[in-house]
């Protein structure tokens, strides 16, 4: 397991996961921050950093949302940091989510407002889904280890059946991270 050396409000990937959960706290007490932050597919031209503050907002009713993307975020970018490094894992993680928020702006629904960051989360379960594709996973509920590339296509192709869920954002983070997972593992991608 990767080890902090430094103490943990300067890692970054807790800082990640801190700015995520004060903005799901903020947005408790101002339930409009996600109309106003998240992408909404017909002003996002007009708008393109929502591609970015989308990946900070979470469904203020829903604490299943924000507490599955931090457990998802917390395991696959720690074990992500282990193989290529922080500054690779960030990468990832923001150019995986702005091309999801892309995805969902081009396929999504015409009066669409996405939010959350599985996009970016699934960027970085791509990367990982090719450079460590039989490492063995637990996937609640289901009582036997799964190889990790089956449980992340899996949880993508599960993910999007589910009404209201952006799908298209899923599949742009999941393709880049897949991309940035095979340019790494040929050694053409180096920071």
Do not use: C
């Amino acid at each position: 397991m990767y080890r902090y050396n430094r103490p943990l409000w300067q890692e970054p990937l807790f800082i990640l996961i801190a700015i995520n959960v004060v903005v799901w706290l903020i947005e408790l007490s101002s339930p409009g921050l996600a109309a106003n932050l998240g992408l909404f597919r017909p002003s996002f031209l007009s708008e393109p950093w929502t591609a970015v503050t989308s990946m900070f907002i979470h469904d203020p009713y829903g604490f299943t949302h924000i507490l599955f993307n931090m457990i998802a975020l917390y395991f696959f970018g720690t074990y992500l940091i282990q193989i290529v490094g922080e500054r690779m894992m960030l990468a990832v993680y923001f150019i995986g989510g702005i091309i999801g928020s892309i995805f969902f702006w081009l396929l999504g629904p015409v009066n669409g407002l996405a939010y959350g960051a599985s996009g970016a989360i699934f960027a970085l379960g791509g990367a990982l889904a090719v450079l460590r594709p039989q490492t063995k996973v637990f996937v609640f509920p289901i009582p036997a280890p799964l190889p990790l590339w089956v449980a992340v296509i899996g949880g993508a192709l599960i993910l999007s059946f589910i009404p209201g869920v952006a799908w298209q954002a899923h599949l742009g983070g999941l393709l880049t991270g897949m991309v940035f997972g095979y340019f790494v593992s040929k050694g053409r991608v180096r920071f």
